[in-house]
């Protein structure tokens, strides 16, 4: 089965998801709740089940499938030919190759290795599975390493559920055939993490934390429990019409009868967090109601307008052949402009980029401008304690 198919199945059958751990486990019936909702993928998300097709091929030839180099190559081009492929997709899976090739080779000895691995936890959560993208185990050590192609949302290592789960599927599959004391979760996110994010517990805490979901597992299995809003709710498919949360971004119950009449940094605090909430939920909404309209279902007050349209060339080198024509100078219908490093950066992949660029010294690395984040933000805390002057005429980085 392709790593998207697979990918599929997982979404298709596992109500209790790896994947989806992060929200069932903080709003458990969250699972069932959305269970009742379509399921679309995104266009980043075909794409990043490209880039997993793509990673998987590498690590089989590398580690489990006698393939030879040109069934590989013939593979690979068929990949390269899809319309959502990027040239970075090479240089990022080509990293996550070197890391379980850097992993494989710590090992005293060969270690066992499993690619795209059907995993069960359902001892831990009712009828959990999920498919692992790489299993290592050997010399009573256990890793457990996840590819994520995204750049919008990084995603750590550091106590991730996702992996934990993972892990115990493959503690419960190899434990038998490989004592196993120490479990290493590594997440390969090469868009955001300039080294894979790592981290590591004993088997004995990864089995006790296992204990202990399992009564929120069985409560998300069933539906039940109570609805819990906060930063799980970014990739729920209820998110846009979930009534609690609908509620608790709107609710103006804890700071309309404020005295004395100016507010303290406390309420601005939460008010920051209610306005960031506010205004993604108000723009998913909105594009949720569009669509709704334009199948015809009646949104009192609101109808769906033609918006701002377009223009484009019918065809452009006969459209600047008569501009040329009629006296145009060529110079005035074209801009020349240099590409910022990060567009060189995926033009000639991150590799080519750092020795002709970065490592010469023709790149400046400059820090941008501070900025508000979440307490739990992993990025250190500034202050203006240190030089505020310099941080704010740092010009903003490129993009």
């Given amino acids: 089965m392709a790593a998207g198919e697979i990918a599929h199945a997982e979404r298709a059958h596992a109500l209790l998801s790896a994947s989806g751990s992060h929200r069932w486990l903080h709003c458990p019936p969250s699972a069932r709740l959305e269970e009742t909702l379509p399921d679309s993928e995104s266009e980043a998300a075909k794409r990043g089940t490209l880039a997993h097709e793509i990673s998987e091929l590498k690590l089989r030839k590398a580690f489990t499938d006698q393939m030879p180099t040109r069934t590989y190559n013939a593979a690979l081009k068929k990949f390269k030919a899809h319309e959502l492929y990027e040239p970075v997709m ?9 890391y379980v090739q850097k992993v494989v080779h710590s090992f005293p000895s ?10 069960d936890y359902s001892d831990y959560a009712p009828e959990g599975f999920g ?4 299993i290592i185990v050997g010399s009573r050590q256990l890793h457990v390493i996840d590819y994520k192609n995204g750049q919008g949302v990084p995603v750590p290592a ?6 934990k789960l993972y892990a115990l599927g493959a503690l419960k599959a190899f434990s038998l055939s490989f004592p196993i004391e120490t479990v290493h979760l590594a ?6 993490w300039e ?33 819990v809003v906060g930063s799980h709710c970014g990739f729920c498919r209820a998110k846009e019409k979930c009534r609690v949360r609908v509620e608790s971004l709107l609710s103006l119950e804890t700071i309309v009868p404020k005295k004395p009449p100016l507010i303290s940094w406390e309420e601005v605090a939460d008010a920051l967090r209610r306005g960031e909430g506010i205004v993604s939920w108000y723009n998913s909404i909105k594009t949720l109601a569009l669509a709704e309209v334009l199948k015809g279902t009646e949104l009192p007050g609101w109808k769906a307008v033609e918006g701002r349209g377009t223009r484009e060339y019918a065809d452009l080198d006969a459209a600047f052949a008569h501009l040329k024509d009629k006296g145009i100078d060529e110079a005035v219908l074209y801009e020349r402009r240099p590409l910022t490093p990060p567009a060189l950066e995926k033009v000639l992949e991150k590799k080519v980029y ?14 941008g401008a501070p900025t508000l984040a979440p307490a739990d933000d992993k990025r250190p805390a500034v202050t203006n304690q240190v030089k505020p002057e310099d941080v704010f005429s740092t010009p903003p980085e490129q993009s």
Avoid at 158 to 163: R, V
Avoid at 354 to 367: D, M
Wanted: glycine share 4%; net charge negative.
């Fill in 187 to 192: 997440i390969v996110q090469p868009k955001v």
């Fill in 158 to 163: 550091e106590d991730n559920p996702q992996m």
């Fill in 131 to 134: 498919t692992s993208d790489c």
């Fill in 90 to 98: 090479e240089d990022h899976t080509n990293a996550y190759l070197d």
């Fill in 195 to 227: 080294q894979p994010s790592e981290w590591s517990l004993s088997a004995a805490d990864l089995l006790a934390w296992g204990e202990s979901i399992k009564p929120i597992a069985m409560q998300a299995f069933k539906g039940e429990g109570s609805f």
């Fill in 354 to 367: 750092k020795e002709l660029l970065e490592e010469p010294g023709h790149v400046i690395k400059r820090s």
């Fill in 110 to 119: 060969p270690p066992f290795v499993a690619i795209e691995r059907k995993v």
